[in-house]
């Protein structure tokens, strides 16, 4: 009964998209070959598996003590599973170097080799998952404020040797699966007071990139990610949006766009169309910063909206890699992926329905009015009646659904933990 109420309900959108020129059939190839990089980090707060683990630092925080996250790598890639079970369309993962799978051994961020991701390359194969990764300079003894720029040689080599293993951990990771693994860069790096070495830190940052990229990695792709600021580190960045932006467009590298990275009035999405005339590609981190960068579930809201819709407007779906960044510590762990992940594929889903050249027509004729008119006129359109019809032909839940199997997930098996 259901499933006909809802093959009706897209019998009709089709029909109400078609009168604007949108094929909602060709949409729905479209969104099945829109893959995001689901981030492991929401799995267990971003503590990750190192034998050695201390406290979080490097201006990051999860805050929240819901019950049932993840222990170890088993139980995280158990709800990994879980949740992707119930996100619509294949999807990668997302590593961080501290969730390799150690055995129980101290392995120094400067020791890191292949060997302890071998068993996710073996995960990924028999999950038929993609995998993506980045280096990890914080929660660390030596993260300190500065990693990458640290004006002391030795912790700087040490940050340097890590992130080079990381790169070739990625190249074998994308050897492996025949697709190109992207590494993610960031480092925390940064003053929480005043400064008058601003200068040096970012000529230090950029001398260590340039000696951790001079080696060739064919099936990897570096992108490098800048931001405002961290907790502690709130007065500067040494690794700014610009730094990244100057990095990255003369030596011709992806830079990722985490949303929660900017100042609070600005708009991510219009990023896309100005880094795209210098930049190859562009690597997201979708997140929500809720009065800072507090990397809350994402939701279908305006700036999420606007950045997948400037991608689409751009022509961009194959120029950008979509990352997923939140970690709230707070609610349902794998509600929270499932949640984030539907919200951002919603959002992309409405950015392919919108009948661009039919706007752009009427904006180049200088109808004004007839732009605003229809724009305003898609935000009401049955959308979510073709997201339904997604859900349908991927046997995943509909709608709400999925919070049945969520608590059944949470009866069975994290309420134990
Ligand atoms: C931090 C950055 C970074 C991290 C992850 C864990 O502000 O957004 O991407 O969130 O690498
Ligand atoms: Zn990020």
Redesign the pocket.
């Known amino acids: 009964m259901k499933t006909e109420l809802i093959s009706k309900a897209y019998e009709v959108a089709k029909q109400r998209y078609a009168e604007y020129g949108v094929d909602t059939e060709a949409v729905l190839k479209q969104l099945q070959d829109f893959h995001l990089s689901l981030?492991c980090?929401q799995a267990d707060d971003?503590h990750g598996f190192e034998v050695q683990a201390g406290a979080m630092s490097?201006?990051?925080q999860s805050t929240g003590d819901f019950p049932g996250a993840a222990r170890n790598i088993d139980e995280l890639r158990k709800d990994i599973l879980k949740a992707k079970s119930l996100i619509p369309g294949s999807h990668r993962l997302n590593l961080?170097e501290i969730y390799g799978d150690f055995q129980g051994k101290v392995v120094d961020r400067d020791e890191v080799t292949v060997d302890y991701f071998k068993s996710w390359i073996e995960w990924g194969k028999e999950n038929n998952t993609l995998l993506d990764f980045?280096s990890?300079s914080?929660s660390h003894p030596k993260s300190g404020s500065l990693s990458l720029s640290n004006p002391d040689k030795g912790i700087r080599d040490f940050w340097i040797e890590h992130t080079k293993r990381c790169r070739e951990i990625a190249n074998a990771m994308g050897e492996a699966q025949n697709d190109p693994c992207i590494m993610?860069l960031?480092v925390?790096d940064g003053c929480k007071d005043q400064s008058v070495n601003h200068h040096l830190y970012r000529k230090l940052l950029k001398e260590s990139l340039d000696e951790i990229f001079s080696k060739k990695q064919p099936m990897m792709k570096d992108t490098i990610?800048g931001?405002v600021f961290?907790i502690g580190l709130e007065s500067f960045t040494v690794g700014s949006h610009d730094f990244y932006t100057g990095y990255a467009a003369s030596h011709n590298m992806m830079q990722?766009i985490?949303t929660?990275?900017y100042h609070p009035t600005e708009m991510p999405g219009d990023k896309v169309s100005a880094l795209l005339q210098f930049l190859p590609e562009l690597m997201l981190?979708v997140?929500r910063p809720v009065r800072w960068?507090s990397?809350h579930v994402t939701i279908m809201d305006d700036p999420t909206q606007d950045l997948f819709s400037e991608i689409v407007r751009a022509d961009a779906l194959n120029r950008v890699h979509y990352?997923l960044?939140f970690?709230d510590g707070s609610i349902n762990r794998i509600g929270a992926y499932v949640i984030g992940s539907r919200s951002a594929q919603k959002c992309m889903l409405r950015a392919l329905l919108e009948p661009k050249e039919l706007i752009s027509k009427h904006e180049i004729a200088g109808e004004g009015y007839k732009v605003l008119a229809l724009i305003e006129e898609q935000k009401a359109m049955p959308w979510q009646a073709v997201y339904d019809e997604f859900c349908v032909r991927n046997s995943v839940p509909v709608g709400s659904e999925f919070m049945t199997e969520i608590d059944k997930y949470v009866a069975e098996v994290t309420s134990k933990r």
């Open positions: 981030h980090w971003v490097g201006g990051i961080h980045n990890s914080f993610n960031w925390h990610e931001k961290g990722t985490d929660g990275h981190h997140s960068d990397d990352g960044d970690f």
